[in-house]
Nanobody, 114 residues
Framework: QVQLVESGGGLVQPGGSLRLSCAAS????????MGWYRQLPGREREWLTG???????RYHDAVKGRFTISRANAKNTVHLQMNSLKPEDTAVYYC????????WGQGTRVTVSA
């Protein structure tokens, strides 16, 4: 069983930055892919970005150019650097890992407000 633990959420002003981290309980070097979803208030969970074990990366248009995903396989960790944050980025952010099935973290809340 794979466990994922997110950290780094919080309150930030518009235009600010946050860095989310997701630590996996197992080696991720051979894992097919990891990434992030988010769930805005009253909305369904939406895919944001993913990175494969080969380092191939994709982004949702809503965050392209502002968010950057990276992985540190030696530390079993994936990061999401979020810059130029907007109030509409306020959501709960979930890390996921795909390996035969999809595993989810518990979520970390990000609030962008003045």
């Amino acid at each position: 069983q794979v466990q994922l633990v997110e950290s780094g959420g919080g309150l930030v002003q518009p235009g600010g930055s946050l860095r989310l981290s997701c630590a996996a309980s197992t080696s991720i070097s051979a894992i097919a892919g990891m990434g992030w979803y988010r769930q805005l208030p009253g909305r369904e969970r939406e895919w944001l970005t993913g990175i494969t074990s080969k380092g191939e990366i994709r982004y949702h248009d809503a965050v392209k150019g502002r968010f950057t995903i990276s992985r540190a396989n030696a530390k079993n960790t994936v990061h999401l650097q979020m810059n130029s944050l907007k109030p509409e980025d306020t959501a709960v952010y979930y890390c996921f890992l795909n390996f035969h099935k999809t595993y989810w973290g518990q979520g970390t809340r990000v609030t962008v407000s003045a």
